[in-house]
């Protein structure tokens, strides 16, 4: 069974870092896209970034480029999403999701994580 599982949201303050992991399970990671949304309250899910879960190819969001980054370590089966220079506007319930094509349209994405929370506050 397809499972995606995030961690490590938190609270920090603005202009500091934070790594979030989306650990899979019950799917081959470098046949799958993974990508990165966020949805703040009141506001529609946005997508952030994208990879191949065999590593190299990515999509990043234009609010986030050159701000955000996205891993994959393959050995354990777990994709990164490295959040710089956070700023007040980042705040949001971050999900994963495994997708087939390379792409930030939710609509497209298959399998999806219950989200961690990323607070950004001084």
């Known amino acids: 069974q397809e499972q995606l599982v995030e961690s490590g949201g938190g609270l920090v303050q603005p202009g500091e870092s934070l790594t979030l992991s989306c650990a899979t399970s019950?799917?081959?990671?470098?046949?799958?896209?993974i990508g990165w949304f966020r949805q703040a309250p009141g506001k529609e899910r946005e997508g952030v970034a994208c990879?191949?879960?065999?590593?190299?190819?990515?999509i990043y969001g234009d609010s986030v480029k050159g701000r955000f980054s996205i891993s994959v370590d393959g050995a354990k089966n777990l994709v990164y999403l490295q959040l710089n220079s956070l700023k007040p506007e980042d705040p949001a319930n971050y999900f994963c999701?495994?997708?087939?094509?390379?792409?930030?349209?939710?609509?497209?994405?298959?399998?999806w994580g219950q989200g961690t929370q990323v607070t950004v506050s001084s």
């Open positions: 999701a495994a997708g087939e094509v390379a792409t930030l349209r939710e609509s497209l994405y298959d399998f």
């Open positions: 990879i191949n879960g065999g590593g190299g190819s990515t």
């Open positions: 019950g799917l081959t990671l470098d046949h799958w896209y």
